[in-house]
């Protein structure tokens, strides 16, 4: 009688082995995605519009440094700031260099910092991160896996504030701007 308990715990135990083989099984979950106002940060474009003057309205980008060069002004820090932020805050340099005395400055995201999408995918590549976007548009944008990749679990590479970090997700978790996405293969 004892036999079919055996049978049933050397099984379970299979399957566990199995889990635990699983590509990405030994990562780390992957930190969660910033969900609060969107932040400039190295590669994305800004459109500035200054009302009354065409050389400071354009679209400009926001080098690896985190700054903006604009003209009249020379470099703006742009990194970790909300366009409302960084409109403040070129407004205030306006006033402070004596451009102008009221100044009028819009500033929008022209177009967001890609999100990288490698390994097991059709068609790897950077693609434009849209608002609530997760792993799983991400890989449908890349073309969606290959037959080799394994559809459960991807690596995900994200900068924090501490640095980069690896870890491990689902397709259903949502990405940040930047974020690095590799779909793992599958073991046969």
């Known amino acids: 009688m004892k036999q079919p308990q055996y049978r049933s715990g050397v099984?379970?135990?299979?399957?566990?082995?199995?889990a635990a083989c699983a590509p990405g099984a030994d990562l780390p979950p992957v930190p969660p995605a910033y969900t609060?106002?969107?932040?400039?940060?190295?590669?994305?474009?800004?459109?500035?519009?200054?009302?009354?003057?065409a050389t400071l309205t354009g679209t400009f980008s926001v080098d690896e440094s985190g700054r903006v060069g604009l003209?009249?002004?020379?470099?703006?820090?742009?990194?970790?700031?909300?366009?409302?932020?960084?409109?403040?805050?070129?407004?205030?340099?306006l006033k402070r260099k004596k451009l102008y005395n009221n100044?009028?400055?819009?500033?929008?995201?022209?177009?967001?910092?890609?999100?990288?999408?490698l390994g097991e995918?059709?068609?790897?590549?950077?693609?434009?991160?849209?608002?609530?976007?997760?792993v799983r548009s991400a890989i449908a944008l890349a073309g969606g896996f290959t037959y080799r990749a394994y559809k459960?679990?991807?690596?995900?590479?994200?900068?924090?504030?501490?640095?980069?970090?690896?870890?491990?997700?689902?397709?259903?978790?949502?990405l940040q701007p930047g974020d690095e996405v590799t779909a793992l293969e599958r073991h046969f």
Do not use: H, W
């Open 103 to 117: 100044p009028s400055v819009v500033i929008e995201v022209a177009s967001r910092r890609p999100v990288f999408v």
């Open 11 to 18: 099984l379970a135990l299979c399957l566990m082995s199995l």
């Open 152 to 174: 459960n679990r991807v690596e995900i590479v994200r900068k924090t504030s501490t640095g980069k970090v690896k870890g491990q997700a689902t397709p259903d978790a949502p």
């Open 36 to 53: 609060g106002p969107y932040l400039l940060g190295a590669g994305d474009d800004i459109r500035m519009i200054t009302f009354g003057d």
């Open 121 to 134: 995918v059709q068609k790897p590549g950077g693609f434009p991160f849209e608002p609530d976007m997760s």
């Open 71 to 93: 003209p009249l002004l020379g470099p703006v820090n742009a990194a970790g700031l909300t366009t409302a932020q960084l409109q403040t805050d070129i407004i205030d340099a």
